[in-house]
């Protein structure tokens, strides 16, 4: 069990996701221009904890490109939860 699960952005049905948290937060909208993307997962990732919390990176390319680059410095070398979506199951792995 996690507390948050920070998923990328809204591209596909999250509901297996609720089976492994009681809170998902959206990272981006999917909507936001590449100019601000980076500012935008800053400060959603204020709070992420790479030992409590866990990120599933969907959607757009450069949002999930940006979101490991951040999580990167974040986390300062230390390993995270990240959950792979494939066939309607999510598989989580610390990388």
């Known amino acids: 069990m996690f507390r948050t699960i920070y998923v990328a952005e809204p591209s596909h049905d ?8 009681d809170k998902i937060k959206f990272i981006t909208s999917g909507f936001e221009s590449v ?20 990120v599933v990176p969907v959607g757009r390319v450069i ?12 986390c300062n070398g230390k390993p995270l939860n990240m959950a792979v979506y494939k066939d309607k199951t999510y ?3 610390k990388i």
Do not use: H, W
């Open 14 to 21: 999250i509901s297996a996701l609720s089976v492994y948290t």
């Open 91 to 93: 598989t989580f792995t």
């Open 63 to 74: 949002s999930s490109l940006i979101i490991g680059m951040v999580l990167s410095k974040k």
């Open 35 to 54: 100019k601000d993307i980076e500012r935008i997962v800053e400060e959603n990732l204020k709070e992420f904890d790479p030992i409590m919390d866990a």
